[in-house]
C-alpha cells in the first residue's frame, strides 16, 4: 500500500468521527492530503467510518491519471483546492446545519464566542451543478485562498487544514457554529450581544 | 412494439434467398431485442450438435428498443451464433454506427444460415437487401475491405472478416468499420464458413416511434449522472479503456505470463499504462453513436496508424506473454485489427505456447516470454494457419491439448481468460466460471464493485457473492438486449435503462420485470448448453487459481474456492447440483428444455 501506518491512523480517526458524529452518510464525504507532489484520497466508495488502507488512493497532484478510476468523485475538488490554496489536507462534509443555513443565508455569520475567533463569517456559494466536481473545482479553491471553510450551497462543506486533524477542526467548528446560529434563530428572541455587527463580520 | 420494426430480414445463403418476417410484439417484449432476441432466435432454429463452422450455423445480428434513440450508448448492436471455439451458444456486441444503420433500413435482426457457392456480401440497402459476389475482396484486410467497399457503395457501414476469418481461425473476429469488433469465440470463421465477407447498412431512413420530450428529460438527467461520475467523465475519456492498466495491476490482478504472476511491481506497468499509451500515441479520440463517453483511441506510433490498443488488448498482448513494449504490442494490435483476430484469444494463445516452451513441451524457443520480436509475425501466422500458426490458430484449449500441457491454457470452456486474474476478485472468478459463453469478463462485471466501487464498493476476497452475481448476470443480460454499452451502466444503473425503455416501448416495464427478462435469457442460453453437452463439470476453472496461491503483491495469498461458490449459485439460480434449471424455475420463466 502506498500510505505508512501513521498517515493511515489519522485517514482513519478523521473518517470515523465525520461518521460517527453525522457530519455524513455511510458513503458520502472525502479526505485526502498532500504527500509529496502526489495526492492521498478515500478511495471512491469506501466508507468513511470504516476505512482499511486499500481504501487510500495516491494519484497525481499536478496531472489526471489512472488514479481517477479509484479516487473519490470529487478528487478534482480537492486537486484544485491544493493547486491554488496553501491547503495540506482537504475536507469534504455533508454539515447539516451548515446545509441547512444555506439554504436560506448568503453566508454563515458566526454569533458564538468561538465561532467569532476563529472563522468570523463562512462563505456560502452557489454552483450550477452542486453534486459534481466540475463547477465545485472551479469555485471553490477561490474562496479558500482567503477562508479555512466554504460552504457549497445544498451540498456541504469544503474544510482544509495543515493536516487532516487541522482541517476536521474547521468542520466540527462550523458546524458548530452554525448549529448555534440555527437554534438562536429558531428561538425568534433578540440577541443581547450580537458580535458579528461590533467587528462587523459581513466584511470580513 | 414501439420502438422496434418488428421485422426479420431473413437470408438462405446457400440458396440466395431473401425473406423478411414478421416478429411479434409477444417476442420483443419477452425479449427485447439484441442478444434476448438472437438467442430465442438461435435456440428456437438450430438443432442439435450442429458443427459451428457448417452451412447449417446461424448467424444473428440484432438491435435493441433503445438502439439509435438518444440513450446514451445506444448506438451497439448484438450477434449470436453457435461458437467454434467454444462449441456454446455466443453472444458478442459491439459499438460503433452499423446498429443504427440496420435500425434505420426497418430491421430487428439479420438471421443468416446456409452457404455461399461463391464468395459474396450483402448489402442492405433501405428497406431492400441483396447479395453481391466478393471474388475480388477475398483475401484483403478489414481495412482494404472497408476501402474498397466503400468505393463501392458509397456512405455505409461495414461489418467484415479479414484473411483469419475467411481461413477459418477459430479465434476470428467479425470487425466493425474495421476498427471495433464482434471479438469472441470466432464469430469471424462462422462468417468465413459461409463464404460471406461483409455485410453493408445503407440508405436507412426509418423513423421509430418515441416520446421525444420524455427522452429528452431522460437524456439530460443521464447526461448529467456521466458527466459527474469521474470514469465516465474523466478516466475513460482521457485515457481510454488502457486506464485499467495500472488499476488492475494496483490490486495485484494483472496477469502476467499466462497468469502465472499478476502484479508486475517496477516501472514496466508505466510503460504500458493508458497515461503512456496518450502521451506517446493517441491522435484522436473517437466515440459510438450516441455516446458522450467517447473511451476509443485512434493512435500513431510513428510507423503505423490504427485503432486501440484497448485494455484487454494491450493486456493479452502485452504482460500476459511477458512483454512490455508498447509500440510492438501496438503494433500487434493493429495487425489483430487488419487480419481480423480476436486480440484476447490471440494474446491468451501465444501466452499458453510460451508457457509451454517453459516446460519444455513445445520445442520452439523463439516462442518464449518476454520475446518480443516474434510478436507481428506469429499473428500473421495465425491469419494465415501457417507453421505453427495453423495450430494457434485453434485456440489456447485445443493448442495445449495438442502439446500435452492443457493445464497451461488459461480458458474456460475454450474461451479464453480476460485481463482480471480470478484470484483477485471472488465474484469475478465465479463469473469467470459459469459464464455461458466461457470465460468473459462482461456477462456479469462484478469488477465494477469489488474493484471500482461501482456502485458501492464490496469486498473482493468475500465469497458472500453469488446472489449479487446472478442479479448482475442477469442485467448484464437486459443491458445486452437494450443493447447499450457496459460503461455506461459504471454511472447509470437499471432504474434509467427502465425509464428509457418505457419511454420509447409505451410498455409498463419495471426493474423486475427487466431482471426476469434477463433471467430468462441466461437461463435460456444455459438450456443451448446442456442441450449441446454442458454440464457443470465446465462451470470451472483452470487448475492453477483453485490450487496455486499468487506470491506477490496485494492478491497474495488467494487461491479460488470455487465447490463452494458454485454451490450456492446454483441454489441461487434454482438450478440443481449438476447445474441444470429446474422445471420450477424454467416454469417461471415460461421456457422449455431444448431438443
Redesign the interface.
Known amino acids: 500500500m502506498v500510505i505508512n501506518e501513521a498517515t493511515f491512523k489519522e485517514f482513519r480517526i478523521v473518517g470515523k468521527v465525520l461518521t460517527d458524529q453525522g457530519y455524513n452518510t455511510s458513503h458520502s464525504g472525502n479526505i485526502s492530503m498532500r504527500s509529496g507532489g502526489k495526492l492521498l484520497i478515500k478511495r471512491r466508495g469506501a466508507m468513511l467510518g470504516f476505512l482499511e488502507p486499500e481504501d487510500i488512493i495516491e494519484t497525481d497532484l499536478y496531472q489526471q491519471d489512472s488514479g481517477i478510476m479509484l479516487s473519490s468523485t470529487e478528487t478534482e475538488v480537492h486537486r484544485q483546492i491544493y493547486l491554488q490554496t496553501d491547503a495540506m489536507a482537504v475536507i469534504h462534509a455533508h454539515n447539516p446545519f451548515c446545509v441547512i443555513l444555506s439554504l436560506v443565508e448568503d453566508e454563515i455569520t458566526c454569533i458564538d464566542a468561538e465561532g467569532c475567533y476563529l472563522y468570523k463569517r463562512i462563505p456560502v456559494i452557489e454552483v450550477e451543478n452542486p453534486a459534481g466536481p466540475t463547477d465545485a473545482a472551479r469555485e471553490v479553491p477561490k474562496i479558500l485562498k482567503n477562508y479555512p471553510i466554504v460552504v457549497v450551497r445544498t451540498h456541504g462543506v469544503f474544510a482544509k487544514g495543515n493536516s487532516l486533524i487541522d482541517a476536521l477542526q474547521n468542520v466540527t467548528g462550523a458546524e458548530q457554529s452554525a448549529m448555534i446560529r440555527y437554534y438562536t434563530l429558531l428561538l425568534g428572541k433578540p440577541l443581547k450581544r450580537d458580535l458579528s455587527k461590533e467587528k462587523k463580520f459581513s466584511e470580513w | 412494439m414501439l420502438g422496434m420494426n418488428n421485422s426479420l430480414l431473413k437470408i438462405d445463403l446457400s440458396k440466395e434467398e431473401i425473406n423478411i418476417e414478421e416478429l411479434s410484439d409477444d417476442l420483443l417484449e419477452n425479449y427485447l431485442g439484441g442478444r434476448g432476441l438472437g438467442v430465442k432466435l438461435l435456440c428456437d432454429n438450430l438443432e442439435k450438435g450442429v458443427d459451428p463452422l457448417s452451412p447449417a450455423n446461424i448467424l444473428i445480428f440484432s438491435i435493441g428498443p433503445l438502439t439509435g434513440t438518444i440513450a446514451p450508448t445506444s448506438g451497439r448492436s448484438a450477434l449470436v451464433t453457435k461458437s467454434p471455439l467454444t462449441n456454446t451458444i455466443l453472444h458478442s456486441n459491439s459499438g460503433g454506427f452499423w446498429g443504427v444503420g440496420l435500425k434505420r433500413c426497418g430491421f430487428d435482426a439479420l438471421y443468416i444460415t446456409g452457404r455461399l457457392n461463391q464468395r459474396g456480401y450483402i448489402v442492405i440497402d433501405g428497406s431492400s437487401a441483396e447479395i453481391k459476389e466478393a471474388e475480388e475482396l477475398w483475401g484483403l484486410s478489414t481495412e482494404e475491405t472497408l476501402e474498397k467497399v466503400r468505393n463501392i457503395e458509397g456512405n455505409c457501414q461495414i461489418l467484415s472478416i479479414g484473411p483469419a476469418g475467411e481461413n477459418l481461425v477459430r479465434i476470428a473476429a467479425i470487425m466493425n468499420q474495421a476498427q471495433r469488433a464482434f471479438g469472441r469465440g470466432g464469430v469471424g470463421a462462422v462468417m468465413g464458413s459461409k463464404g460471406l465477407k461483409a455485410i453493408v447498412v445503407k440508405n436507412g431512413n426509418k423513423k421509430f416511434q418515441q416520446n421525444l420530450e420524455q427522452m429528452k428529460m431522460l437524456n439530460q438527467v443521464a447526461s ?1 449522472k456521466i ?5 465516465t ?3 475513460l475519456p ?2 481510454g479503456t488502457a ?5 488492475i495491476n ?1 490490486f495485484g490482478m494483472l496477469p502476467v505470463n499466462n497468469n502465472q504472476m499478476a502484479y508486475i511491481a517496477d516501472t514496466r506497468v508505466d510503460e504500458i ?3 503512456s499509451l496518450r502521451e506517446r500515441f493517441l491522435e484522436k479520440v473517437e466515440g459510438c453513436y450516441g455516446c458522450p463517453i467517447r473511451c476509443g483511441r485512434l493512435t500513431n506510433t510513428g510507423e503505423m496508424r490504427g485503432k486501440g490498443p484497448e485494455f484487454e488488448s494491450l493486456w493479452a498482448l502485452g504482460p500476459q506473454c511477458g512483454i512490455f513494449d508498447l509500440k510492438t504490442i501496438t503494433h500487434a494490435n493493429y495487425f489483430c485489427n487488419r487480419y481480423g483476430l480476436d486480440t484476447i484469444s490471440v494474446g491468451g494463445t501465444i501466452a499458453c505456447a510460451m508457457e509451454l516452451q517453459q516446460r519444455g513441451l513445445l520445442e520452439d524457443s523463439t516462442i518464449r516470454f518476454g520475446n518480443s520480436d516474434i510478436l507481428c509475425d506469429i499473428i500473421r501466422k495465425i491469419a494465415y494457419k501457417e507453421g505453427i500458426g495453423e495450430y494457434l490458430a485453434e485456440g489456447a484449449l485445443r493448442f495445449a491439448e495438442r502439446y500435452q500441457g492443457i493445464e497451461y491454457a488459461m480458458q474456460v470452456k475454450g474461451l479464453e481468460l480476460p485481463a482480471y486474474d480470478p484470484r483477485g476478485a471472488m465474484g469475478q472468478a465465479l463469473n469467470f466460471a459459469t459464464s455461458n459463453r466461457g470465460a468473459c469478463h462482461l456477462t456479469g462485471y462484478l469488477v465494477g464493485m469489488e ?7 464490496i469486498d473482493r476476497f468475500s465469497l458472500a457473492k453469488s446472489d449479487l452475481l446472478v442479479l448482475k448476470q442477469n442485467q448484464s443480460a437486459v443491458e445486452d438486449s437494450l443493447v447499450v454499452c457496459k460503461f455506461v451502466g459504471f454511472a447509470l444503473g437499471l432504474d434509467y435503462q427502465v425509464r428509457f425503455l418505457k419511454s420509447i416501448t409505451g410498455q409498463d416495464y419495471t426493474i423486475d420485470k427487466l431482471v426476469e427478462i434477463g433471467e430468462r435469457i441466461y437461463t435460456l442460453e444455459r438450456l443451448f448448453n446442456i442441450r449441446e453437452g454442458f454440464s457443470r463439470k465446465d462451470d470451472t476453472l483452470p487448475e492453477r487459481f483453485l490450487k496455486e496461491s499468487l506470491e506477490e503483491g ?1 492478491s497474495k495469498g488467494y487461491v479460488v474456492p470455487l465447490e463452494k461458490l458454485l454451490e450456492d449459485y446454483y441454489r441461487i439460480r434454482r438450478w440443481d447440483e449438476n447445474g441444470v434449471p429446474t422445471d420450477e424455475v424454467l416454469q417461471k420463466l415460461n421456457l422449455e428444455r431444448l431438443n
Open positions: 448529467d458527466k459527474v461520475f469521474p470514469v467523465s474523466q478516466g482521457l485515457f486506464v485499467l492498466i495500472k488499476v494496483a499504462s493508458g497515461e474493484l471500482l466501487g461501482v456502485p458501492k464498493l496485494p
